[in-house]
Antibody
Framework: QLQLQESGAGLVRPSQTLSLTCAVSGGSIDGGGYSWSWIRQSPERGLEWIGYVYPSGNTFYNPSLKSRVTISIDMSKNQFSLNLTSVTAADTAVYYC??????????????WGQGVLVTVSS | DIQMTQSPSSLSASVGDRVTITCRASQDISTYLNWYQQKPGKAPKVLIHSASNLQSGVPSRFSGSGSGTDFTLTISSLQPEDFATYSCQQSYSVPRTFGPGTKVDIK
């Protein structure tokens, strides 16, 4: 059974960089042609898709965050990562890593990691 | 970006009730629509994908319908474990976007 687990700093200072890693177990990150996404959730913004990465390294980011986001993949470690620069309090949220499951052209998010709360505060 | 709206934003219902939640997209998304259930402190879980396809392991009391811009999630007989927040999400285009959620609580 595929499982995803986020890790990283839970407290980030304003203007610094938020860095998270998602470890994938129970399957290969390079198998099946799936993309791997980061999604965040806050009371103010609800669920917000941040972007995805393919095993090839190709990425697509939400235009609202594109200037500050980098998502990368490390197939040797079976994990992918998120970097978000110049954070502010508005970036405080629970961050989830997810697989973009699919059937043909249809896509949905499954499974999800348990989520990690990241607070931006001095 | 495709905007997703849901109605109602919350509802109160009793065990055994039939519950219907509506999701609307700002443009035609065919059947590229997914439904998720989220309980407090937990990650969302997919219930329905591609508008009407029940995810493996999800009880058959959940069903989805619709195409184009208007979609519906129905719970045929609400169970105690169904009290949660339900969100729709479009996969027609990037960026992927979610509805604001509908909270179902106990009457």
């Amino acid at each position: 059974q595929l499982q995803l687990q986020e890790s990283g700093a839970g407290l980030v200072r304003p203007s610094q960089t938020l860095s998270l890693t998602c470890a994938v177990s129970g399957g290969s990150i390079d198998g099946g042609g799936y993309s791997w996404s980061w999604i965040r959730q806050s009371p103010e913004r609800g669920l917000e898709w941040i972007g995805y990465v393919y095993p090839s390294g190709n990425t697509f980011y939400n235009p609202s965050l594109k200037s500050r986001v980098t998502i990368s993949i490390d197939m040797s470690k079976n994990q992918f990562s998120l970097n978000l620069t110049s954070v502010t309090a508005a970036d405080t949220a629970v961050y989830y890593c997810v697989r973009d499951d699919m059937n043909g052209l249809m896509h949905w998010f499954d499974p999800w990691g348990q989520g990690v709360l990241v607070t931006v505060s001095s | 970006d495709i905007q997703m709206t849901q109605s109602p934003s919350s509802l109160s219902a009793s065990v055994g009730d039939r519950v219907t939640i509506t999701c609307r997209a700002s443009q035609d998304i065919s059947t590229y629509l997914n439904w998720y259930q989220q309980k407090p402190g937990k990650a969302p879980k997919v219930l329905i994908h591609s508008a009407s396809n029940l995810q493996s392991g999800v009880p058959s009391r959940f069903s989805g319908s619709g195409s184009g811009t208007d979609f519906t999630l129905t719970i045929s007989s609400l169970q105690p474990e169904d009290f949660a927040t339900y969100s729709c999400q479009q996969s027609y285009s990037v960026p992927r976007t979610f509805g604001p959620g509908t909270k179902v609580d106990i009457k």
